[in-house]
């Protein structure tokens, strides 16, 4: 069987596992899997059903539809191709922010900076970078008295504009 339309050697994958005396080989250049031993029908008809695909680029996958073709050989003749569509459907998930913790902080006049959350989580399941993070007070702000900062680490770098409170 094959990926015979839409074939991107980057990032599609057709998998099998060995079984029922049929042993799979993926060629990734040509888009080719090829099952091998000899057994019965019943055994290749199994194994046919088992065989999967994956797109392994989780960020920004090609949307071209692939055509996945299957043919099988006796020791005579070739059977058709038939071959059944993929249509790759991109996966755009929001990031999560979860877990902050909803008691109110207490903050004494003359106190220097207040770690605003210990326990705040983020998580995106379909990219493992973010880009940016915005925080804002959002509710009785006073210019010249509250300041949000944060010390830059590991590539991130902080602004804050008191004109619009974050």
Do not use: C, K
């Not at 990031?95 to 605003?116: C, K, N, Q, Y």
């Not at 705040?120 to 959002?138: G, M, P, V, Y």
């Amino acid at each position: 069987m094959s990926i015979s339309e839409g074939f991107n050697n980057s990032e599609d994958v057709l998998a099998f596992t060995n079984q029922l005396g049929i042993t799979g080989n993926w060629n990734s250049t040509t888009g080719i899997l090829t099952l091998s031993g000899t057994s019965s029908v019943a055994n290749y008809q199994t194994a046919l059903r088992s065989v999967t695909y994956e797109n392994t680029n989780g960020l920004n996958p090609s949307t071209v539809t692939r055509e996945i073709s299957f043919q099988v050989f006796d020791f005579e003749d070739p059977s058709g191709l038939i071959s059944r569509e993929i249509e790759i459907v991109p996966f755009n998930a929001t990031p999560v922010l979860a877990a902050i913790e909803g008691a109110t902080i207490s903050f004494t006049e003359a106190d220097g900076p207040t770690s605003l959350t210990s326990t705040i989580t983020i998580s995106d399941s379909d990219d493992i970078n973010l880009e940016e993070a915005t925080i804002q007070i959002t509710n009785n702000y006073f210019l010249g008295e509250d300041v949000l900062d944060f010390v830059n680490a590991n590539g991130i770098t902080s602004n804050f504009d008191s004109g619009t409170e974050h």
